[in-house]
């Protein structure tokens, strides 16, 4: 067995208990595996490991390695920031954007999303702890943006996706996670037809489970150590 396809199975087997220990059914959460600065014979080891759902940060490195990749059936999440000079290769090749954080990104690629494609799964990325370095829009300002998100063209808005900042303990991690589970609940009580609330990584997966996440985005834990990007 392979690293990667036992990095896998420990990933799923602490899904599965986090879901047992807060009382939900482990189908309800998608693992997501970040495959930023990763090659394409990484991913296509997780894709023999039955790996499907892949996230990368970095556009124009995604791009390159899908047209790699091309015959696997894999399905394709940016959640890296989106530039105005990238929303044409997001649009064009990426099944799902979980970074949408201004009117004009979302607009962008509502415009560029080709006809032919399905219409492109986008997030509503929410800066909910108010990190100075964070991207993301304030929690208060969601409810308007993700309005105008949900009419636009080519689009289908799906949910909120959030990155806090690192905390030290369980109980932290999850305080900030039931923050944007709650975000999460009003925007649905205000009529918009969400089903995703993307949060939780290798650090702190259990306790976004806890809170509510449907999709956990890991890396590390799958791949190992990045080396930094040139």
């Known amino acids: ?11 799923r087997e602490r ?6 220990a807060a009382g939900r059914p482990v189908e309800e959460v998608t693992l997501l595996a970040v495959s930023k600065t990763f090659g394409p014979d990484a991913v296509r080891e997780a894709a023999d490991a039955g790996q499907a759902a892949f996230g990368e940060n970095y556009i124009q490195e995604a ?20 530039q105005s000079n990238k929303t044409r290769l997001v649009a064009g090749h990426f099944d ?14 509502a415009e560029q999303r080709p006809e032919g494609l ?7 990325q929410v800066n909910i702890d108010g990190g100075a370095s964070k991207s993301g ?13 949900a009419h636009l063209p080519r689009l289908r808005l799906r949910g909120l996706m959030t990155i806090p900042e690192p905390q030290p303990d369980f109980a932290a991690q999850k305080a900030v996670h039931q ?21 939780g990584m290798t650090a702190d997966l259990e306790a976004a489970i ?5 999709m956990v985005r890991v890396g590390t834990a799958i791949f190992g150590g990045r080396a930094p990007k040139v």
């Open 1 to 11: 067995m392979t690293t990667i396809r036992n990095n896998l199975h420990s990933v």
């Open 210 to 214: 806890h809170a509510g996440s449907t």
């Open 96 to 109: 799902w954007a979980h970074t949408v954080d201004r009117l004009k990104i979302a607009q962008r690629l």
């Open 179 to 199: 923050k944007a589970r709650r975000l999460f609940d009003q925007l649905r009580d205000a009529g918009l037809a969400l089903d995703t609330l993307s949060m």
């Open 15 to 20: 899904i599965a208990s986090a879901c047992k």
């Open 118 to 124: 399905p219409l492109l799964n986008v997030c509503v």
């Open 63 to 82: 791009v390159e390695k899908m047209a790699l990749l091309g015959g696997l059936p894999l399905e394709w999440h940016c959640i890296g920031p989106i």
């Open 137 to 149: 829009v304030a929690p208060e300002e969601a409810l308007a943006l993700a309005r105008e998100v």
